[in-house]
T-cell receptor, first 115, second 111 residues
Framework: DTEVTQTPKHLVMGMTNKKSLKCEQH?????MYWYKQKAKKPPELMFV???????INESVPSRFSPECPNSSLLNLHLHALQPEDSALYLC??????????????FGPGTRLTVT | GESVGLHLPTLSVQEGDNSIINCAYS??????FIWYKQESGKGPQFIID?????DKRQGQRVTVLLNKTVKHLSLQIAATQPGDSAVYFC??????????FGTGTKLQVIP
């Protein structure tokens, strides 16, 4: 199984809502990532988890809160978002973190619209 | 900081011809380079990678060339097919798991 799954596929939320994005992989990967991708732009790294611990936070606003409950799951909790946060949110995973990067497997993304 | 950029935003290629997508990077400490393909409505898909101790690597119909002297990376696709139509991103890493993506090139295959 070389698949990363993400739910929901689409999400529309108001600026006062609280919602969560979910990501799952069963490849035994110990590094998981959240990226944000705006239209016609490259993915931008938000967070990296290594062995279920947050290792990189790219100065992401606190209205985005990541969580890694176990080695297969990654969540992104959303609260009080702004319309400019509307984007495609991509989850990825890769093998054991350590010195040197390795191939990342991406999920299909969640298309988020903030109204 | 690290930046990765592409020379051309859009590339149109006749079906059956070879495609070459170029990429420049700025961080000389980058030691790992990846090409991703992203089709509309999908997440990026790994195509091929190369480490800085190599200057060429071949896959199925794809070849990546790395020129560290001029900090340049290219992706060659042989016998381009309609299914190759997508946005192609180069990406680089200077270590750990942090990967920086370039701006992307849209490849259009003309039947």
């Amino acid at each position: 199984d070389t698949e990363v799954t993400q739910t929901p596929k689409h999400l529309v939320m108001g600026m006062t809502n609280k919602k969560s994005l979910k990501c799952e992989q069963h490849m035994g990967h110990r590094a998981m990532y959240w990226y944000k991708q705006k239209a016609k732009k490259p993915p931008e790294l938000m967070f990296v988890y290594s062995y279920e611990k947050l290792s990189i936070n790219e100065s992401v606003p606190s209205r985005f809160s990541p969580e890694c409950p176990n080695s297969s799951l990654l969540n992104l909790h959303l609260h009080a978002l702004q319309p400019e946060d509307s984007a495609l949110y991509l989850c990825a995973s890769s093998q054991s973190p350590g010195q040197g990067a390795s191939e990342q497997y991406f999920g299909p993304g969640t298309r988020l619209t903030v109204t | 900081g690290e930046s990765v950029g592409l020379h051309l935003p859009t590339l149109s290629v006749q079906e059956g011809d070879n495609s070459i997508i170029n990429c420049a990077y700025s961080n000389s400490a980058s030691d790992y380079f990846i090409w991703y393909k992203q089709e509309s409505g999908k997440g990026p898909q790994f195509i091929i990678d190369i480490r800085s101790n190599m200057d060429k690597r071949q896959g199925q119909r794809v070849t990546v060339l790395l020129n560290k002297t001029v900090k340049h990376l290219s992706l060659q696709i042989a016998a381009t097919q309609p299914g190759d139509s997508a946005v192609y991103f180069c990406a680089s890493s200077g270590g750990y798991q942090k990967v920086t993506f370039g701006t992307g090139t849209k490849l259009q295959v003309i039947p």
